[in-house]
């Protein structure tokens, strides 16, 4: 009968695989194609990858991977570290006060069938990530506080021409701060604390 059907083909040895097959109007064959355990595993090892947090690599871990432990159709994986003082079986990240290169070696396995792959990954030191969190805290010290690093992002200077100048040099200097990272309000009255400030 027309219609949409699901479907599961499953083999011993082989993986299991699951789908949908349209009948439309005329007789229709359906291939499937299913893999060994062996060749799942070899699959699923070949596409295996680490996540990161944002800004890390292979090549520069400040804080903790992300180390999968299942995979395709019921494969698991499991992890083990060629340092477990740096980085642990299960990805947490222990800087040193040198930079240090540790290898993880992944096992897949689904039945009897099994696989390895290794990364090697590059923990920087302990002075390195303080650097990179500095770096990234005075850079977003700065885009808040836009006035006082780029006196060009004040939106509201068009009503005073005559101030444009002065205003955008001192808040180039940091002296002065806008009302907001975008606005200067010129046309307010200063207040005393602020006037004391100055």
Do not use: C
Not at 31 to 57: K, R
Not at 111 to 125: I, P
């Amino acid at each position: 009968t027309d219609g949409t059907y699901s479907y599961r083909v499953s083999m011993n040895g082989y993986g299991t695989k699951y789908d949908k097959v349209t009948v439309d109007k005329v007789d229709k064959t359906e291939e499937v194609v299913l893999l060994t355990d062996q060749q799942l595993v070899d699959y699923v090892t070949e596409h295996l990858t680490i996540s990161y947090i944002p800004g890390d690599s292979a090549n520069a871990v400040t804080s903790i991977v992300g180390l999968p432990t299942t995979g395709q159709d019921g494969t698991e994986i499991t992890w083990v570290s060629s340092n477990p003082e740096v980085i642990s079986n299960t990805g947490n990240v222990f800087p040193r006060s040198t930079k240090t290169q540790v290898t993880l070696t992944a096992t897949v396995k689904k039945n009897q069938a099994s696989a390895t792959r290794e990364f090697v990954l590059t923990v920087l030191s302990r002075g390195a990530i303080n650097d990179i969190k500095q770096d990234k805290e005075d850079k977003e010290n700065n885009a808040n506080n836009g006035a006082a690093t780029n006196g060009s992002s004040f939106s509201d200077l068009t009503s005073v021409p005559w101030a444009q100048e002065a205003i955008l040099a001192l808040a180039e200097k940091g002296i002065i701060k806008g009302t907001t990272p975008t606005t200067f309000s010129p046309n307010d009255r200063i207040t005393r604390a602020d006037f004391m400030v100055l």
